[in-house]
């Protein structure tokens, strides 16, 4: 090979252990309760109703999982953290998308349950984000 030839090694992921199913719904418990106090505040302004408690959980979540390191005011408290499965940060995108996919997994239920056996812990919500939650 041509000395004068250099390729760029790609960075090397590092270790991110997986966080408990545990961690996983005492934090979910803990920013349900907060957006329910958020919620409940603001709809004494008005609120209209199921659509705006959806809007807040949406705001919340966006809002703590890019702007605060992947992490909800739960997963500050529980030391747990969501990235992309490569390490990367989580991008507005990928917030909204796994936060519609989460949703949608409560309502169908199989998909949070879908965490209990794979080898990820991803529910179905963590799959189409393309997204992991790692100990912090």
């Not at 760029?8 to 418990?29: N, T, V």
């Not at 004494?44 to 992947?70: E, K």
Request: hydrophobic share 45%; glycine share 12%.
């Amino acid at each position: 090979m041509n000395e004068t030839m250099m390729y760029e090694e790609k960075p090397k992921r590092e270790f991110m252990e997986l966080a408990g199913l545990g961690q996983r719904f005492f934090a979910a418990i803990v920013d349900g309760f907060l957006i329910s106090i958020i919620t409940g505040i603001l709809s004494r302004f008005g609120g209209p109703g199921l659509g705006f408690g959806f809007v807040i959980s949406l705001a919340y979540t966006w809002y703590f999982l890019t702007r605060q390191n992947g992490q909800t005011p739960g997963k500050m408290l529980l030391h747990i953290r969501v990235v992309k499965k490569d390490g990367s940060a989580i991008d507005d995108a990928t917030a909204i998308i796994r936060y519609i996919g989460y949703y949608i997994s409560c309502i169908i239920v199989i998909g949070i349950l879908w965490a209990f056996w794979d080898d990820k812990k991803q529910g179905w919500h963590d799959k189409v984000a393309n997204t992991i939650v790692v100990k912090a």
